[in-house]
């Protein structure tokens, strides 16, 4: 099938992120959320990012108008159902996106696909709530979805393949990659790189090193972009820890056992970038280690 009409579910960072590109790529998007506050926001924030888009000479000012019209925000979730394509992008609680799915399935038309944009969460055990498993799959957008090049496109035991085939089309019309990961626990990319973000925090927590010193040494060392703690901080340590939850209970191996401390951060409220303090503190000029 064509995919012409995208309903997103969640105004945050994903959320806004995958409104922005799909927009940009010619698709009439409606973006939803239960906050007006989040949605004014989040319209606000694709304003901002595509307007250094236009600054850096990638886009036009006719793409950045045409593309903010094809924009729709509600705060209904049912507005979504004649949607051809849905992407759930709520938080990273399996219970948060079965309550969504369940709510929008009484209003969706019968080709609709439904997505979901979870970093480690099971895809059969989402589809299999639906009255449509064969037409369910995960569609993980990297952070932040302007600038990552990667989907990983996540198959269900029961999704069939004009479903997937639909997706990577609508992967390679964003000017993306895409990457086909089975359904285990956090699929590739969070398989290999949480692990990596719990370890520095463990090497934080044992006081092998501080956190600038951390961040120092893989970046200098390992030639990474950011730092684990600070990229911790960008995605947020809440989800970083829902994401070792799932590889922990879901694969049974001591290995990814959460570190206690990146526990405690997030039973304090320190959850990153988001809550001004994390592994950083952001309230001031300059962010400035918190350990």
């Avoid at 304003?47 to 006719?62: A, C, F, G, M, P």
């Avoid at 590739?188 to 934080?204: D, G, H, K």
């Avoid at 990229?231 to 206690?260: E, Q, S, W």
Wanted: glycine share 8%.
């Amino acid at each position: 099938m064509e995919i012409r009409t995208i309903g997103v579910v969640g105004a945050g960072q994903m959320g806004n992120g995958i409104a922005h590109v799909m927009a940009l790529a010619g698709y009439d998007v409606a973006l939803n959320d239960i906050s007006r506050e989040a949605l004014d926001k989040a319209m606000a924030t694709i304003r901002k990012n595509l307007d250094r888009q236009v600054s850096r000479e990638k886009i036009t000012q006719e793409e950045l108008e045409a593309a903010l019209a094809r924009i729709t925000t509600t705060q209904t979730l049912t507005d979504l159902g004649p949607s051809d394509l849905i992407i759930e992008a709520a938080t990273e609680r399996e219970a948060v996106k079965q309550a969504i799915f369940d709510e929008l399935l009484p209003h969706l038309a019968p080709q609709t696909i439904l997505t979901s944009n979870t970093s480690s969460i099971s895809i059969t055990r989402l589809a299999s709530r639906t009255d449509r498993p064969e037409k369910f799959m995960g569609f993980h957008f990297m952070n932040p979805v302007p600038v990552m090049q990667l989907v990983e496109l996540i198959r269900g035991i029961a999704t069939d393949k004009d479903t997937f085939e639909a997706c990577r089309a609508v992967v390679d019309k964003l000017g993306k990659t895409a990457a086909s990961a089975e359904d285990f626990p956090a699929y590739i990319v969070n398989r290999i790189l949480m692990p990596m973000i719990n370890e520095a925090v463990y090497t934080l927590y044992e006081g092998v090193g501080n956190v600038q010193s951390i961040d120092q040494s893989l970046k200098l060392g390992a030639n990474h972009p950011m730092g684990p703690l600070e990229l911790a901080d960008f995605i947020g340590l809440d989800t970083c820890l829902a994401i070792m939850n799932v590889l922990h209970d879901g694969l049974a191996d001591t290995k990814y056992r959460p570190c206690p401390l990146l526990t405690k951060y997030v039973e304090a409220g320190w959850l990153g970038r988001k809550a001004g303090r994390g592994f950083y503190d952001y309230r001031g000029e300059e962010p400035v280690p918190t350990r």
